[in-house]
């Protein structure tokens, strides 16, 4: 069974950093396949936050949290990170790890659809 496991949020002040992260078990992905971290609001449904490869390294990003959220894994203890710096109000939601099953070669890694696991989500607050 395919678990996967989210951590780190919090409440923090505008301005400041956090580091979010989550551990993956159940299931041996290849190099090809893709996780990503996914976000979501009372206002907004999920949204796509960043994707990263396993192998390749590829990341892609949302244009709202370009160059302030960085994503990134390590392969050996299969876990997925985001590091977000400079957090505004507005990014304050409950962040959901994923985890796609298929080749990241062929698919819109920002769409959700195309992911197969879900954690739980872990809830982060940016006050003003």
């Known amino acids: 069974q395919v678990q996967l496991v989210e951590s780190g949020g919090g409440l923090v002040q505008a301005g400041d950093s956090k580091t979010l992260s989550c551990v993956v078990s159940?299931?041996?992905?290849?190099?090809?396949?893709?996780m990503a971290w996914f976000r979501r609001t009372p206002e907004k449904e999920r949204e796509f936050v960043a994707a990263?490869?396993?192998?390749?390294?590829?990341?892609i990003a949302a244009d709202s949290v370009k160059g302030r959220f960085t994503i990134s894994r390590t392969n050996a203890t299969n876990t997925l990170y985001l590091q977000m710096k400079n957090l505004r109000p507005e990014d304050t939601a409950i962040y959901y790890c994923?985890?796609?099953?298929?080749?990241?070669?062929?698919?819109?890694?920002?769409?959700?659809?195309?992911?197969?696991?879900w954690g739980l989500g872990t809830q982060v607050t940016v006050s003003s």
């Open positions: 159940g299931r041996t992905f290849s190099n090809n396949n893709v």
């Open positions: 990263t490869g396993w192998a390749d390294g590829f990341t």
């Open positions: 994923a985890a796609s099953r298929r080749d990241g070669r062929f698919i819109n890694r920002m769409e959700i659809q195309n992911y197969d696991y």
